[in-house]
């Protein structure tokens, strides 16, 4: 049998529960997705649950888990995910952290956890933050980049050091950052947090008197005047995609996370000008990536965050905006993929717009190709998919169905 490539949509978090300004539908019930609903018709559906059934997940274990890994084998926060989504080659040792520039009072109270999604002047603000600080403990090196619009990362190395620290984001408006403290108590731990501490402090010092600041605050805009980290990690074994699941692995993304999981897997991962990791991304530039990347590689995972942003700001109407823009990009797609490609369409979590945060609900998946199934489901809706021939599956069973369908799955017996 002739074997096939594949690409794989993750509509990040584009599953909801029924919503109440809705009359109880979802905004995959309303939202106009004649594309999306092409492919349910013509292949075969399912509900996953990227854990497993009640497990809530986030979007690095529940992609890790539909990428065929076991998170809770191999999982050691999202830091590392998003530093490693920088670019930054992680190694044994490390500490890496997560970061939002944020807004706050001279308390240190927090006014806007994103500096109302910072994008302009933030290369200058990175650039400040490298060059005007220095840590007390000289043995080691830190380093501090820009991901994403007001998402950042921040990286230790050096000896002697743990990952074992906790959050300076208290995630809540209107509460103080928090002092980083070691969680076991040890040495190592306590010496990563001071100095996550420390850099939190001096962030502030050099942020918020920074040109970038006086020019938003005359603007009646919120500083970007300090850096809060999360998610501290160690770096992660994450066994290279390759040699895994012998196929060549590529991703296009708009957020450090995917990109971050590429990294660590081995995969390439392709940076597309407009992609932006919210809703104005330039969809078909990611359409256009996807489709040239399959020419060299046999596997192209697309990642779509801008629905799980605007779920978790509980704004239906942008969510059911996003997942038509979304359908358009797919219509884009179908009319220009080769017959020896592989499709399958899902979202990772669902993710609530009453509840503002991700819930345990199976979300839909569906595969579409020459020469598949095709079922009884013929919308792309969280209801409509249990009617379908894949019925309930495990995030960890993606891949192996996904290598049938692609007429690469081994035997086993004779
Ligand atoms: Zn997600």
């Given at each position: ?113 994103t500096a109302d999604y910072v994008r302009e002047g933030t290369d200058e603000l990175e650039k400040a933050l490298?060059?005007?600080?220095s840590l007390s403990n000289p043995d080691i090196k830190f380093q501090f980049r820009n991901s994403a619009d ?117 995969m390439e991962v392709i940076n597309v000008k407009g992609a932006t990791g919210y809703i104005d991304t330039d ?132």
């Open positions: 049998m002739k074997t096939k490539k594949a690409l794989m949509i993750i509509i990040d978090g584009a599953a909801d529960r029924p919503v109440q300004a809705l009359g109880g539908k979802t905004p995959l019930e309303v939202a106009k997705t004649p594309n999306l609903d092409r492919v349910a018709k013509e292949g075969i559906c399912g509900l996953l649950d990227s854990l497993a059934p009640g497990k809530k997940g986030g979007s690095d274990t529940a992609i890790m888990s539909i990428l065929g890994y076991n998170p809770y084998e191999i999982y050691t926060g999202r830091g590392p995910i998003e530093v490693a989504g920088v670019g930054i080659k992680l190694e044994k040792g490390d500490v890496s952290l997560r970061c939002n520039y944020s807004t706050i009072d001279e308390n240190m109270t927090i006014l806007n956890r490298n060059e005007q600080i007001y998402r950042c990362v921040f990286h230790l190395r050096g000896n002697g050091l743990s990952a074992n620290i906790t959050d300076a984001d208290p995630y809540h408006e209107g509460e103080k950052i928090l002092e980083v403290k070691p969680i076991d108590g040890s040495r190592e731990a306590k010496k990563a947090a001071d100095l996550v501490n420390e850099f939190v402090n001096k962030s502030y010092k050099v942020l918020n008197n920074h040109p970038v600041n006086l020019k938003r605050k005359k603007e009646g805009k919120p500083p970007a005047n300090v850096i809060v980290p999360r998610g501290s990690g160690e770096t992660p074994k994450m066994e290279n995609f390759y040699q895994r699941w012998k196929i060549k692995g590529a991703c296009i993304a708009g957020i450090g996370l995917i990109k971050g999981l590429g990294y660590l897997s081995g969809y078909i530039g990611k359409a256009k990536a996807a489709l040239k990347a399959l020419e060299k590689n046999d596997f192209v995972v697309l990642h779509i965050e801008g629905t799980d942003e605007v779920s978790h700001d509980k704004k239906f109407k942008e969510k059911i905006e996003a997942i038509e823009e979304t359908d358009n990009m797919i219509g884009f797609i179908l009319a220009n993929i080769s017959k020896d490609v592989i499709l399958t369409i899902l979202s990772d979590h669902t993710t609530s717009c009453d509840y503002g945060d991700h819930t345990a609900d199976p979300t839909p998946i569906v595969i579409w190709g020459e020469g598949l199934f095709s079922d009884d489901v013929d919308i792309f809706t969280e209801r409509a998919m249990i009617k379908g021939m894949i019925r309930r599956i495990k995030g960890q069973d993606v891949m192996p169905i996904l290598l049938d369908a692609m007429n690469r799955s081994e035997k086993f017996g004779a």
